[in-house]
């Protein structure tokens, strides 16, 4: 009995976690990042009152980073930065004022876009104690948005 182990004919030498698989792991490897629950205290609305006094909104988003290196390296400084994602957010959010949750989704999911090189966002903006003269929980909006086509351009 040989101590070796056999050789697979469809293992070779490059594929150094025997999967069978010898291409770049990082472009097999995509990265969703998610945030939920990110509540801003904001000043957006249809009506003057909701503009002036303010109200909290509870962000939830998600977008494909891609493929990223900390996949293969555990390494921080080679993946998006969480807390970054959330500052981006709040400055958008806080920067000025809309009258609609779709406005203000469309605008964070571009910076992300922008900023993260993401292909792809979602973004879901809630406002949990809505100015509606029914009983309601919460209203929100969501927006999804893709990263425009190089060759659309």
């Known amino acids: 009995m040989s101590a ?9 030498d490059e594929d150094v976690d025997g999967d069978g698989f010898d ?4 472009e097999r490897t995509a990265v969703t990042v998610e945030v939920t629950g990110l509540s801003l205290y904001t000043h957006h609305g249809v009506s003057e009152a909701e503009r002036e006094i ?8 998600r977008f494909d980073a891609g493929a990223c290196d900390a996949t293969v390296t555990d390494r921080i400084e ?7 994602v959330c500052e981006v957010v709040a400055l ?15 605008a964070v999911a571009d910076r992300l876009l922008d900023d993260f090189e993401a292909g792809e966002v979602w ?12 009983p309601v929980e919460s209203v929100s909006v969501e927006v ?3 990263a425009a086509d ?3 351009e």
């Open 150 to 152: 190089d060759d659309d």
């Open 4 to 12: 070796e182990p056999e050789h697979d004919e469809d293992w070779d």
């Open 78 to 84: 080679d993946t998006v930065d969480y807390g970054r």
């Open 54 to 61: 303010g109200q909290r909104l509870i962000f939830d988003l």
């Open 92 to 106: 958008v959010a806080q920067r000025r004022s809309y009258a609609t949750l779709e406005a203000l989704c469309t």
């Open 23 to 26: 291409e770049d792991p990082l």
């Open 123 to 134: 973004v879901k903006a809630t406002k949990p104690e809505p100015p509606i003269a029914l």
């Open 144 to 146: 999804w948005r893709a």
